[in-house]
């Protein structure tokens, strides 16, 4: 069942009335109330008062790897809603979804996640990273980087200065035998800094390594449009053609068939929302931070050397899923509510392409493609 539409919600639940004992204040002035940092199932929040005294509470929901907010009238804000409420967050002290990640026995593998989980899972046995080993790049002025230790070593990578701020990218053309598939791919994340952009790799709310992880992008600035144009609740409309965004000169935001046919290519069918293919494993970086999981293998077997950089659900600022998964922004709108995504899951082997849970207001990466000449 596709759960992710609930987050668009408001969930009115069983409650009691307002006269909650004080717990620990949430940085927004309400009492907890006994509400605890981290809930395991929706269903478990209808345990807890959610009366006025406990506005703006928030607690981690394990279940949808999201945040759920009292309102203060017995029910539980998810999502975007969260965004209209009066609430400060900046010093509540709620959990982000990496309070349990470094335990993969806590995490069922099912589809439960916010962002969904958009690959079957796989049946091989985890690699061992022992083979991988630093890549340092050129010494050149206006890098930021000081060393790709993720990529793999053995594939041979070029690079290019990106002319907006210095930035050294290394690329990869990926052509597997006998597929007639040839394109040239940046090996790593875009870290070009633009209006809702944050660094990946973040926990809580902390923002992560740009340098290694890149950068988190809104939709709308990914395909570089102003949110009041292209932003949740705006039907962006971007037509035909490629579409460069916050892509450097000469490259572009893949569309939602450019991802397809990358994962076609790599090592696999793939449907409309979920797909049953090896991809996944073929496109991870073997060498940095993906959680392990039982029979799932890692190859970076094309040097697209994928990192978990996670991602940012706007409502709130907190950063989800690090060490786990990962989402790329493709061009292609699927509503005024969603566009399509790229997703990596460290429970499966596999890749596909999604839009369910994926406002185009959360905060994801971004890879580009080189044009056709």
């Known amino acids: 069942m596709k759960k992710f539409i609930l987050l668009l919600a408001f969930f009115a639940l069983s409650a009691c009335d307002d006269s909650s004992s004080a717990g620990g204040d949430n940085g927004s002035g309400g009492n907890r109330g006994g509400i605890p940092d981290t809930v395991e199932t929706f269903m478990e929040l209808s345990d807890y008062d959610c009366g006025k005294s406990q506005k703006c509470v928030a607690t981690y929901l ?17 999502g975007t809603l969260i965004e209209k409420m009066d ?9 982000s979804s990496n309070s ?20 079957s899972a ?24 000081t060393a790709w230790d993720y990529l793999n070593p053995d594939i041979n990578y070029g690079e290019f200065t990106d002319e907006r701020d210095g930035q050294i990218y290394k690329t990869v053309t990926i052509a597997p035998a006998g597929t007639g598939y040839s394109e040239v791919w940046m090996a790593e994340n875009l870290n070009f800094e633009t209006e809702n952009s944050w660094c990946g790799g973040g926990i809580g709310t902390t923002e992560g390594d740009c340098s290694v992880y890149g950068r988190l992008y809104t939709w709308a600035a990914a395909v570089g449009r102003a949110e009041d144009e292209c932003g949740i609740d705006h039907a962006c409309n971007l037509g035909e053609g490629d579409i460069r965004g916050a892509c450097p000169k000469g490259w572009h935001l893949p569309s939602q068939s450019e991802w397809e046919a990358l994962i076609v290519a790599v090592d696999g069918s793939i449907t409309e929302c979920t797909s049953s293919n090896t991809a996944g494993s073929k496109l991870k970086s073997a ?26 659900n706007f409502g709130i600022g907190n950063y989800n899923y690090w060490g786990r998964g990962t989402y790329f922004w493709s061009s292609t709108e699927e509503t005024i509510y969603y566009a399509y995504v790229m997703g990596l899951d460290y429970r499966n082997d596999g890749a596909g392409l999604t839009y369910d849970g994926n406002r185009k207001n959360y905060g994801d990466s971004v890879r580009c493609v080189k044009d056709s000449d």
């Open 62 to 78: 394990t279940e949808y790897h999201d945040m759920a907010v009292c309102d203060g009238d017995n029910g539980w804000v998810i």
């Open 87 to 95: 609430c400060d967050f900046s010093s509540s002290s709620v959990k």
């Open 100 to 119: 349990k990640s470094n335990d993969p026995a806590e995490v069922t593998d099912d589809s439960s996640d916010s962002k969904g989980n958009p690959s």
């Open 122 to 145: 796989g049946t091989s046995t985890k690699s061992s990273n022992s083979n991988f080993s630093s890549v340092t790049p050129s010494d050149v002025e206006g890098s930021s980087k």
């Open 287 to 312: 060498a940095r931070c993906w959680s392990s999981y039982s029979g799932i293998t890692i190859e970076d077997a094309f040097g697209f050397s994928a990192l978990p950089a996670g991602y940012r």
